[in-house]
């Protein structure tokens, strides 16, 4: 048995930020995570929009956690790294007859404490957003709205909570957690199906999709949570300075409808559709959801450039069925949840973090620690670099001139560094999702088996056992030819 103060189960984005908030304290903590890396869930397909907060109803955890985030950002950004930009955002209202929506939102927005809201005519939003429809008749603005990555966001947390000392398992699934006299003991499955047992003093479940049944094993009162499945197009770069604010079209129960809005490396994204589903694990897309995205995009933005569209995916969000609302805080004796996180759960994790934080180091007693360091070096990103900043780099590491990823310009350098970094990457699609090795128009045709080389040349493995994204996804199963002996 494995003892620790606190286990954190899930390692998406609110996992890793509550790790890295926690240790602050004095405390030995472990991040349980079913998947062989960070980021894996929810946190890794998703708008990437810091949400100013508008759209949640006023007194709730949602509203309160959104607009808290919100303004957590810039700091947060800094100190881990990771690129951020307040590129605002716009409401488009598509019907004279239901611009009152507009409205509502605005005084729901300034309840909640948003800043700097305010409704514009079609005139007024036409000359910030020229490519909006034709039959956008007015808009809501709101410019504390922002873009982040997600992957960024969620390895930077990872990354500095275990720089101040928080251990991170992989390949670990709960199956059983029960109490004893000090805490809880959790029974965990790896990779092989071996049983880990491990002791905690306190528990936070932040396992997203599967939060209801970490918090159905120890709470007397039920919750269930069902998938949402949302479906996007990524567009090539050439396509990113079609908008310059992310445009949303007026909500309804599903959520804040089909998106289009730039990213903080230069795409456009378009999505997400709204299924709810009963598989928590089909993360397909479809030709239906194709043909809804490029219907309802083309109702707040025209002339999307779709013919540019590099690839296509499908997010997942845990939805409870008994609340539109956020389940944090301690939901049984030094049980800790956050569970039902939904939108705006990217927006809301640096304040859900803080918050649970706050009230498990007052629960347990534990002592701040003198030693956290709050800051994460960024990563290297020579493609932003000037030409005299990247010649010294070189000169003193040539590995950041060998250009690995064309599309994206990622050097071997970079790939190395993700490797070997504090939470490092051990798949294909680790590398992609922490340097964009991969990411780009020709989506990993040409570099993957040069990343795969040094993956399995770092790693110390062959290159049978390097996967795309875990345990079953194989690349290579075997030679298909022999070499000779010569």
Known sequence: MINFDIAVIGAGVIGCAAAR??????????????ASDVCEGTSKA??????????????????????????????????????????????????????????????????????????????????????????????????????????????????????????FMFNCRVVSIERDDNGFIITAENISQNTEIYHAKAIVNAAGLYSDTIHNMVCGEKIKVHARRGEYFLLDKTAGNHLSHTIFQLPNKFGKGVLVSPTVDGNLLVGPTAADIDDRESTLTTAEGYDELIKKSALSVKNTPLRQVITSF????????????????????????????????LSSAPAIAKHLAEIISKK???????????IRK???????????????????????????????????GEILDAIHAGVGATTLDGIKRRTRAGAGRCQSGFCSPRVMDILARELKLDLTQINKNGPSSQIVFEPTRKEKNL
């Open 314 to 345: 499908s997010g997942l969000r845990s939805v409870l069925e008994s609340s539109e609302d956020f389940i944090i805080g301690e939901t049984a004796e030094s049980f800790f949840d956050a569970a039902g996180i939904d939108s705006p759960g």
């Open 21 to 34: 908030e926690l240790s602050a304290f004095n405390a030995k903590i472990c991040v349980l995570e079913w």
């Open 46 to 167: 998703n708008s990437a929009i810091i949400h100013a907060g508008f759209d949640a109803l006023p007194n709730t955890l949602k509203a309160e956690m959104n607009v808290k985030g919100n303004e957590m950002m810039d700091d947060i950004a800094r100190d881990l790294g990771i690129p951020f930009k307040r590129v605002g955002a716009m409401v488009v209202s598509t019907d004279k007859d239901t611009d009152f929506g507009l409205n509502t939102l605005l005084e729901r927005g300034i309840t909640n404490g948003v800043k700097n809201m305010k409704i514009l005519t079609r005139d007024e939003a036409i000359a910030i957003e020229p490519n909006l429809s034709d039959d956008v008749t007015a808009a809501l603005y709101a410019p504390t709205s922002g873009i982040v990555c997600p992957f960024e966001m969620t390895f930077a947390y990872a990354e500095n909570a275990a720089e101040n000392g928080a251990k």
């Open 378 to 412: 960024a990563p290297v990103r020579a493609r932003e670099l000037s030409f005299d900043e990247r010649k010294t780099l070189i000169e003193k590491n040539p590995a950041y001139g060998t250009i690995v990823c064309r599309c994206e310009e990622i050097s071997e």
């Open 364 to 374: 347990l007693s534990l002592d701040k620690n003198e030693s956290f360091d709050p």
